[in-house]
């Protein structure tokens, strides 16, 4: 079947598509996911998936912004190719309509990040040509946050 790249840009699109996250995130509720988006979204959050006919196989949320030391920058945020669909060039897909959306904003970089333990991930990333720049310090002030 014939694979379809989308960008979802309203909330309904992509709370329509909960169950891929919990792919990645299996206690994350969905009232949580609305209440997130409903504060991402007015700031540059958007999605985009990969369909296989009706299904949602792949999906990843992007943001746009600008740093100091690096100018404007396009950041993956929650990568997920639903585990019966890998192997099948999804990943790849996404991965090459965020390096084209990259370059026609004029951003300088893209940006993730990979859990350190994902191994499956890194290798993934480093065969897309992305390679870690440094390390994503983090406190955790709340726990019970955390998706």
């Not at 014939?2 to 169950?19: G, N, P, V």
């Not at 959050?45 to 396009?74: H, M, N, P, R």
């Not at 060039?89 to 990259?102: E, F, P, R, S």
């Not at 951003?107 to 499956?120: E, K, Q």
Request: glycine share 8%; proline share 2%.
């Amino acid at each position: 079947m014939k694979l379809e790249l989308k960008e979802l840009t309203t909330k309904e699109q992509m709370l329509a598509q909960y169950a891929v996250m919990l792919h990645l995130y299996s206690n994350f509720t969905y009232e949580k996911y609305d209440a997130y988006l409903t504060e991402m979204i007015p700031h540059n959050y958007k999605q985009i998936a990969v369909f296989e006919g009706d299904v949602c196989v792949g999906l990843s949320g992007l943001w746009s912004g600008t740093k100091l030391w690096s100018g404007k920058y396009l950041e993956i945020d929650n990568f997920i190719v639903h585990p019966d669909h890998r192997k099948k060039g999804i990943g790849k897909i996404m991965t090459d309509y965020v390096d084209a959306v990259a370059r026609e904003t004029g951003c300088t970089m893209i940006v993730l990040d990979a859990f350190t333990g994902n191994f499956t991930a890194h290798r993934f990333y480093y065969n897309q040509g992305y390679a870690p720049k440094g390390f994503h310090f983090l406190k955790i002030i709340n726990e019970d946050g955390l998706s």
